[in-house]
């Protein structure tokens, strides 16, 4: 549990709000308790929830945030800074630095390996659109064209960027030096009624993608995961599947790794192709991401292609699917 302090006022909450909103997080009240009100945040298939308290005199209050991810808990103090800096704040330097937790999750020194797989995920929080795993396998004697390049983390370019990369990456490293899997909305659906927990499905595609990778390259013997869940939920995944002697890293922002930044692009621009795919078979626009935008295209959708095909554009357990159907 953690708290912040924060300028109470209608405003102020007005724009803590708003900024979350922008960062793709609903926020609903939960209830009202004595001296604040409970709230709900919820971004694709995660819920956080937070306790705004009112002072007495109704100029200064806290944030209690009782359960959230590592996520949240960066955006929310990044926006609570941002509100009080812009309502003057006198002290708003006290929020310069991110919200820490005793079990956040530690940000490790990546090891220089010679010869490593890097691999990575992404569509994970997209209402629209499948969920995607892709890994590399990476030689020094690909390292100096892949860095000629400016190759890093897939959400510091843009879509048409990642698409090209990705085409580029992949000729550069050549067929048996990445792998991906690519799990389609339907796919993705029937899965989760099966497992009901979305990083247990990007575990095993990432072990599966993982695995390929060191068949066809038996040499390699290190593999760095950007970290996406507990440690053990991965190395549960690979235990018994891969030869021992096999090391694996897992750290947040394992794009820091040349061989996981590439993966990352290579992952974005497939996620691109899916997405024009879509709007090709869809006949409209269909935006990343789970913010209102996402629920007024989905309305569009079930209205245009009845409601039984949502199925075969969105993950359906998310809880965008409730307000999509609420028109």
């Given at each position: 549990?953690i ?5 109470y006022?209608?405003?102020?909450k007005?724009l803590?709000?708003?900024?979350l909103?922008?960062q ?6 939960d ?5 604040g009100t ?5 971004k ?5 929830r ?6 007495k005199?109704?100029s200064?209050s806290?944030?209690?945030?009782e ?11 990044c926006a ?6 812009a309502?003057g704040?006198?002290?708003s ?9 005793s079990?956040?999750?530690?940000i490790?020194e990546?090891?220089?390996f010679?010869?490593r797989i890097?691999s ?6 997209d209402?629209?659109g499948?969920?995607i795993?892709?890994?590399?396998c990476?030689?020094?004697e690909?390292?100096?064209?892949l ?6 983390d ?5 879509d048409?960027?990642?698409l ?11 067929e ?7 799990l ?7 899965e989760?009624?099966k497992?009901g927990?979305i990083?247990k499905?990007?575990a095993?595609m ?10 066809k390259?038996p040499e390699?013997k ?5 970290q996406f869940?507990?440690e ?8 018994g ?5 096999i ?13 996981v ?5 290579i992952?974005r621009?497939?996620?691109?192709e899916?997405f ?5 078979k869809?006949?409209?626009?269909i935006?990343?991401?789970a913010?209102?935008n996402v ?6 959708l079930v ?6 095909k ?6 359906i357990?998310?809880s965008?699917?409730?307000e999509v159907?609420?028109?």
């Amino acid at each position: 549990m953690i708290s912040i302090k924060f300028l109470y006022d209608e405003k102020g909450k007005e724009l803590l709000f708003s900024t979350l909103s922008k960062q793709g997080w609903k926020i609903t009240i939960d209830k009202s308790i004595e001296y604040g009100t409970k709230y709900l945040a919820i971004k694709a298939d995660t819920k956080c929830r937070f306790v705004l308290y009112q002072s007495k005199n109704k100029s200064y209050s806290k944030i209690v945030v009782e359960k959230c991810t590592d996520e949240f808990e960066q955006v929310l103090g990044c926006a609570v800074q941002s509100v009080n800096e812009a309502l003057g704040d006198p002290n708003s330097k006290d929020n310069k630095q991110p919200i820490k937790k005793s079990n956040q999750r530690e940000i490790k020194e990546i090891p220089a390996f010679k010869i490593r797989i890097g691999s990575d995920e992404t569509g994970k929080g997209d209402y629209f659109g499948p969920v995607i795993v892709a890994g590399v396998c990476l030689y020094k004697e690909d390292e100096e064209s892949l860095k000629n390049l400016g190759i890093s983390d897939s959400k510091a370019h843009t879509d048409s960027q990642n698409l090209k990369f990705k085409n580029i990456i992949i000729g550069i490293l050549g067929e048996k030096k990445y792998s991906y899997r690519i799990l389609s909305p339907q796919e993705y659906n029937k899965e989760y009624k099966k497992v009901g927990n979305i990083n247990k499905i990007l575990a095993k595609m990432h072990g599966e993608v993982i695995k390929e990778l060191l068949t066809k390259n038996p040499e390699c013997k290190n593999v760095i995961i950007d970290q996406f869940a507990e440690e053990n939920l991965m190395c549960e995944e690979l235990k018994g599947n891969i030869k021992k002697g096999i090391h694996l890293f897992q750290t947040p922002k394992g794009e820091r790794d040349l061989s996981v930044a590439s993966a990352s692009m290579i992952a974005r621009g497939l996620l691109v192709e899916e997405f024009n795919k879509m709007m090709q078979k869809a006949g409209i626009e269909i935006p990343f991401g789970a913010g209102n935008n996402v629920i007024k295209t989905a309305q569009t959708l079930v209205k245009k292609l009845m409601v039984e095909k949502l199925s075969e554009f969105c993950k359906i357990n998310f809880s965008t699917t409730d307000e999509v159907y609420k028109f």
